[in-house]
T-cell receptor, first 114, second 117 residues
Framework: KQEVTQIPAALSVPEGENLVLNCSFT??????LQWFRQDPGKGLTSLLL?????REQTSGRLNASLDKSSGRSTLYIAASQPGDSATYLC?????????????FGKGTTLSVSS | DAGVTQSPTHLIKTRGQQVTLRCSPI?????VSWYQQVLGQGPQFIFQ???????GRGNFPDRFSARQFPNYSSELNVNALLLGDSALYLC????????????????FGSGTQLSVL
């Protein structure tokens, strides 16, 4: 059964710092991995999707890497800003379900102070 | 183009009641998925519908049911509400039926916050 773990659960940093969020998964037979952002009480916004054949994806100040063999992904945020404050979730397709069932971690709640 | 829209945004019910949540996917998307997110947890998969047929069901009791209409909008119904059903219910849409094999992104709505008293 696929399980997804994210550490740390919470992170507080001053504006301008570079930071890394971690995601690990137990079943390495994944097709892709997605990183999402969630603002309090709101829905999820897809940030990056890394295909299993890729090692990393970049979008602006965000860079996500994927190491299937070790069951790990990292989300790197450069030059953090107060507007980056949110919960960041990683998710992989369920190995037991076809379709669009994703298995999510509990998320990392990021607070960036000005 | 409008994104995924969900209604209502907030809902308060009492134990034992029934609730219906609604979702309209992005125009052209034929797949709709429902997720439940309890405070402090990641979303959990409930159902997926594609072309009006159920394609997947998560580990939820039979009190939870859903359907998809010819215009691809969807409803999630929960009967005999329990306190533990209090959560943010999220709807997601996609073009393809399988996000794993086709590397298809899911697009989420803002959710319906359900409180059961």
């Amino acid at each position: 059964k696929q399980e997804v773990t994210q550490i740390p659960a919470a992170l507080s940093v001053p504006e301008g710092e570079n930071l890394v969020l971690n995601c690990s998964f137990t079943d390495s037979a994944i097709y892709n991995l997605q990183w999402f952002r969630q603002d309090p009480g709101k829905g999820l916004t897809s940030l990056l999707l890394i295909q299993s054949s890729q090692r990393e994806q970049t979008s602006g100040r965000l860079n996500a890497s994927l190491d299937k063999s070790s069951g790990r992904s990292t989300l790197y945020i450069a030059a953090s800003q107060p507007g980056d404050s949110a919960t960041y979730l990683c998710a992989v397709p369920s190995s037991n379900q076809a379709g669009t069932a994703l298995i999510f971690g509990k998320g990392t709640t990021l607070s960036v102070s000005s | 183009d409008a994104g995924v829209t969900q209604s209502p945004t907030h809902l308060i019910k009492t134990r034992g009641q029934q609730v219906t949540l609604r979702c309209s996917p992005i125009s052209g998307h034929k797949s709709v998925s429902w997720y439940q997110q309890v405070l402090g947890q990641g979303p959990q998969f409930i159902f997926q519908y594609y072309e009006k047929e159920e394609r997947g069901r998560g580990n939820f009791p039979d009190r939870f049911s859903a359907r998809q209409f010819p215009n691809y909008s969807s409803e999630l119904n929960v009967n005999a509400l329990l306190l533990g059903d209090s959560a943010l219910y999220l709807c997601a849409s996609s073009l393809a039926p399988n996000s794993g094999a086709l590397n298809e992104k899911l697009f989420f709505g803002s959710g319906t916050q359900l409180s059961v008293l």
